[in-house]
Every structure is written in C-alpha cells, then in structure tokens.
C-alpha cells in the first residue's frame, strides 16, 4: 500500500529513540498516522512540529498498519509564531482539536483547506483570534452539529439575535430571552457581522471560545467521557490575559 499526499503536522509522538509517530491532517486521506525514522534526530526534528505543511509519502504492507511516512517540509508554519505566545497556544490548540475531533483515515476535504488558511491567518493577521472562533463554528458543522444563529429560535425574527441556546444551538433576540437570560450563552456581535467591521473585543472572543466549547464537549465529547483539550484553555487563559493588561495599560 502506498499514497502521496499534502498534510498539516498535527502531533508527533515519540517512538522508541529517534521515531516518532507522525499524525498529520492530509488533504485526501484525512487525519492519518505512520511512522517517522529519525524523526526526533537534529536535522529531522523542526520538521515535526504542529502547524507545519509537509508533502507526505505513506507506505505500508496492509492498509490497516500504521506504515510509515516519509515527508518533505513545505510550509514551517510552528516557527513563524514562535515569539507570539497567544498565536502559538492558538496554533496548538487547533491542531490538538482536529486530533481529538476527526476519525481516522476519513477524508476531510473542507477540514483541511479551512485549517490550512486559519494556520496562515494565525501568521499574517491581527484578527487571528475572531478567525478561531469561525473555524471552531465551521469544524462543528462538519462533525453534524453545526449552530444556526440565522434567526432567532422563538420568533423567527433576525433582529437583535443576543443569545443562543445551550439545547438547540439557535439563536436568540434579545426580548425572547428575558425571561431565562442567565440560562443562555451570550452571542458574541462579531459573529454576526461581516469580517471588515471593527475588530472584536477580546471578552467577545473569549465568549465565542466558550460557546463552541459548550457544543464541542455536549456532542463531540461527550458520549466518550472526554473534555476540550488542554492546549484550547490555555488560548482562552491568554486572551483574558493580555485583556486584563491592556486595561491596566494607562491611556
């Protein structure tokens, strides 16, 4: 059994003394694992790191075995955030998501090309943090629990949509929720409007980290006993900091 293809380095996990095994996020073949030789020697290690663009070469005897990769670097995406602690945590946290999220070996064409441009949006874009929250919206809608905050859940309305309901996944406006608010999710304006308005505030991007979770731990998570992974946290933990430090920050 062989295959080529394009795939986005999700982990790699050590193997013995120098191997690793390599789980990448491939264009055609979707989440999929193989074995690396010398993947954790000098000149082989960067090579590994999540966020990376490789073209991966996988062989195997059976379709069924691990096999093993072998892989040319295209894109070292890990390197290029390397000194922006919230963009790196952030970088993490999307690999590890589509790692914890994705069936194996099924072909995630849309997955792919999102995460692909999100990765490049991490590097070249202020708004990179906004960007999480769409794809976290768009990765549900693939998995089938997709949200609809088109219009509001009780009236139909499309007006004032300020809330969303934690059982339905809809929106809701404003004057439909007042009399069980505090049981709804905020629904942050920026997921509303179009991506050229004013930047979000970073409490909206937190909100929207925390809506998706909801909905990634309810139907993805839940039926395994299984939690968001530690690394989306930590983006979440970074947010609220350099939140909290720009308004310490005089002026």
Same mark, same amino acid.
């Given at each position: 059994?062989? =295959? ?15 191997? $690793? *095994?390599?789980?990448? @996020?491939? #264009? ?20 590994? +790191? %999540? ?5 991966? !070469? =996988?062989?195997?005897? &059976?379709? #069924? ?14 390197? /290029?955030?390397?000194?922006?602690? %919230? ?9 590890? /998501? ?10 995630? %064409?849309?997955?792919?090309? $999102?995460?692909?441009? @999100?990765?490049?949006?991490? #590097?070249?874009?202020?708004? =990179?943090?906004?960007?999480? *929250?769409?794809?976290?919206?768009? &990765? /549900? ?12 859940? $009780? ?16 929106? *809701?406006? +404003?004057?439909? $929720? #007042? ?12 997921? /509303? ?16 980290? !925390?809506?998706?979770? =909801? ?37």
């Amino acid at each position: 059994m062989e =295959w080529s293809d394009t795939g986005i380095v999700l982990s790699a996990r050590r193997h013995g003394e120098n191997a $690793a *095994v390599v789980s990448l @996020l491939t #264009e055609n073949h979707g989440r999929h694992a193989g074995l690396v030789h010398g993947a954790r020697g000098r000149r082989a290690r960067g090579l590994y +790191q %999540p966020g990376n663009a490789l073209t991966a !070469r =996988w062989q195997a005897r &059976l379709a #069924e075995h691990l096999g093993r990769y072998t892989c040319e670097l295209v894109r070292a995406r890990a390197s /290029l955030v390397l000194d922006d602690p %919230p963009r790196l945590a952030a970088l993490a946290a999307v690999c590890a /998501l589509v790692e914890a999220t994705l069936p194996e070996r099924l072909p995630y %064409p849309q997955v792919y090309g $999102a995460t692909g441009r @999100l990765l490049d949006t991490l #590097e070249a874009s202020e708004r =990179w943090a906004e960007a999480v *929250v769409h794809w976290e919206l768009a &990765l /549900l809608a693939e998995l089938g629990f997709g949200l609809d905050l088109s219009a509001c859940a $009780a009236t139909g309305s499309v007006d004032d949509l300020t809330y969303v309901s934690p059982r339905s996944g809809r929106a *809701v406006s +404003q004057e439909a $929720a #007042e009399p069980y608010a505090e049981k709804l999710f905020p629904l942050p304006p920026f997921l /509303l409007r179009p991506e050229d308005d004013a930047a979000a505030a970073a409490a909206d991007i937190v909100a929207g980290l !925390r809506l998706t979770g =909801w909905f990634f731990e309810k139907h993805v998570f839940g039926g395994q006993g299984g939690r968001m992974p530690a690394a989306r946290e930590r983006v979440i933990d970074r947010l609220q900091a350099g939140a909290a430090a720009t308004a310490r920050s005089p002026g």
